[in-house]
């Protein structure tokens, strides 16, 4: 089974911060990386495909990057409803993973 | 528009039996993959089970293999996720996603359920 795993675990950031989180595959999954948000007692809402394609309606302050086994997701300047948290999943295997989540606050 | 609707939830006792529907409507359900996921309390996401449409093909994690059994229903537009020999850790939120489809292998999912608490207590 491939392993997800998600670096920070949460972070503090504020308004306009510019936010990096890394997703790391415990082997190579090519490009078949997404990115979600989740916001308390909602389902999570997919933001990012394939490791770079912005989903339909998602925010350019969005982006998606890497391939491998290292991958990051980039809010260029952080909005108030950004906070929220984020996890990654894999479609390289047909045993889907996800990552264990990314929580963003405020600082 | 797309809507997803799962219904179902409930409580059991261990060892016990439950099946979740998720009614889907706002695309042709037979063309598109649907997958369930579900989520433990204070806890991530995990993936349970995805049926590839129109193939038909069905995929399951680890924590689904030889328990829960993903189906559909093509008349009635609804997938099915039949729980079997339910345990304590398979208290969760589960949610139906159908799958984006966009591009060969990537399997995303782009709409979702609101959800369906299930619990599992004595």
């Known amino acids: 089974d491939i392993q997800m795993t998600q670096s920070p675990s949460s972070l503090s950031a504020s308004v306009g911060d510019r936010v990096t989180i890394t997703c790391r595959a415990s082997q190579t999954i090519s490009m078949y990386l997404n990115w979600y948000q989740q916001k308390p007692g909602k389902a999570p809402k997919l933001l990012i495909y394939a490791a770079s394609r912005l989903q339909s309606g998602v925010p350019s302050r969005f982006s998606g990057a890497g391939s491998g086994t290292e991958f990051t997701l980039t809010i260029s300047s952080l909005q108030p409803e950004d906070f929220a948290t984020y996890f990654c999943?894999?479609?390289?295997?047909?045993?889907?993973?996800f990552g264990p989540g990314t929580i963003v606050d405020m600082k | 528009q797309v809507q997803l609707v799962e219904s179902g939830g409930g409580v059991v006792q261990p060892g016990g039996s439950l099946r979740l529907s998720c009614a889907a409507s706002?695309?042709?359900?037979?063309?598109?993959?649907i997958h369930w996921v579900r989520q433990a309390p204070g806890k991530g996401l995990e993936w349970v089970a995805f049926i590839r449409l129109p193939v038909n093909d069905k995929y399951y994690g680890d924590s689904a293999k030889g328990r829960f059994t993903i189906s559909k229903d093509s008349s009635k537009n609804t997938l099915y996720l039949q729980m079997s020999n339910l345990k304590s850790e398979d208290t969760a939120v589960y949610y139906c996603?159908?799958?984006?489809?966009?591009?060969?292998?990537?399997?995303?999912?782009?709409?979702w359920g609101q959800g369906a608490l299930v619990t599992v207590s004595s």
């Open positions: 999943q894999q479609s390289y295997s047909t045993m889907l993973s």
């Open positions: 706002g695309f042709i359900s037979n063309n598109y993959g």
């Open positions: 996603a159908k799958d984006h489809q966009v591009l060969a292998g990537v399997f995303a999912m782009d709409y």
